[in-house]
């Protein structure tokens, strides 16, 4: 298989430290010298091969771009990140997979990805395979590939308790970046639209109608528009792909300083794990779609507390050894789209690790010539 890989690292979330250079294995040791634990850096050792599995995602649903069937995209997805996971030595326990909520061919809750070889990482993978099924279908801008994964400290950790499992539907969310979650005054969900724009501005060294707000265009944001037009900021409507849009205000650059409004929790979580390598933060709250959702919830052992729980990054991914990777399918806030260049797909990818706040894109130069994927469906290699 031949192939190109380009790859540029934003400079201002990547640190120098000797901690990062270090070996992927290093050992720790007491006070007195004798060895205490043994520590392996499965984050950076697997980075790459979740960038491999999103890049096959991405490639394989390219296919069905704008052909109107969000099914057979999903499909195609699934079974090429499947498939790359079937060659990458990790115990992947899916805690989210997307295909539930959507009613989707999608990869589900419970399943195991990777080759589950003894002594191999024991993670727990949250994924999207496509974040924007009906965009890709319709051929619009937005979608991309998305896996998100937390590393067990040891073999007798619960990969279930690292990513939260949000038994809602939705989530109302509202998402920003390092400089409004550090220093005095604080964004919260229970504020007025107006408020929370006026500390975000404050933070930002901005005026109100300098911001621009991403909103899912859905009807049950009436309200909300209306209310964030009328404090006098921006707004850029999205069709779908919450994922992006929530990650868009933590990126330099971006043109976006704000996420707010109701969408999936499965892409809360996803967008947390993002977030949290970012260094920004998501507040999200269950948010019931109607009084028949809210019995059932309450039915299945959730509670008034529970509904009433505001989450944040660290509440929805949990501790410092979180993984994140997506490709981009089409052009979004957060990635450029797949592009056709003579013989060559070029990808755009996004590699991001907790722990040090280690933030690489990649662009890679995929030889259509000799290019695979191998897929899951028939255990074997297809041509793109």
Known sequence: MARHRHSTTDKSNHHGNSAESSTA??????????????????????????????????????????????????????????????????????????????????????????????????????????????????????????????????????????????????????????????????????????????????????????????????????????????????IRLISDGDIAGAIAPCLPGSGVDVYMGTGGSPEAVLAAAAIKCLGGEILAQMWPRDEEEKKALKESGVSDSDLARIYTCDDLARGKRILFAATGISDSTLLKGIRFEGSHAVTTSILMRAKHQTVRYMKTCHNLDMKTIHLRSDASDHAL
């Open 25 to 234: 294995t290093s050992a720790a040791t007491t006070t007195t010298g004798s060895p205490k634990s043994a520590f392996i850096d499965y984050e950076r050792m697997l980075g790459l091969e979740f960038v491999r599995a999103t890049e096959a995602g991405a490639l394989n649903a390219y296919k069905w771009m704008g052909k109107g069937d969000k099914e057979s995209g999903d499909f195609a997805a699934c079974d090429a990140i499947r498939g790359i996971f079937d060659t990458i030595p990790v115990c992947g326990m899916v805690t989210i997979g997307e295909g539930i909520k959507d009613n989707a061919p999608g990869i589900f809750k419970g399943e195991k990805l990777g080759t589950w070889c003894p002594g191999a990482a024991k993670m727990a993978v949250a994924l999207d395979p496509i974040d924007g099924t009906t965009i890709v279908s319709k051929g619009l801008p937005g979608a991309i590939s998305v896996i998100a994964a937390a590393t067990c400290e040891s073999d007798d950790d619960d990969p279930n308790t690292l990513l939260a499992d949000i038994p809602s539907f939705y989530m109302n969310k509202i998402s920003f970046s390092p400089r409004v979650k550090n220093g005095p005054g604080r964004v919260r969900l229970d504020n007025s639209v107006q408020d929370n724009l006026e500390i975000i501005a404050l933070k930002l060294g901005k005026r109100v109608q300098d911001l621009t707000v991403v909103i899912l265009d859905r009807s049950r944001h009436e309200r909300l528009i209306h209310d964030v037009r009328r404090a006098g900021a921006a």
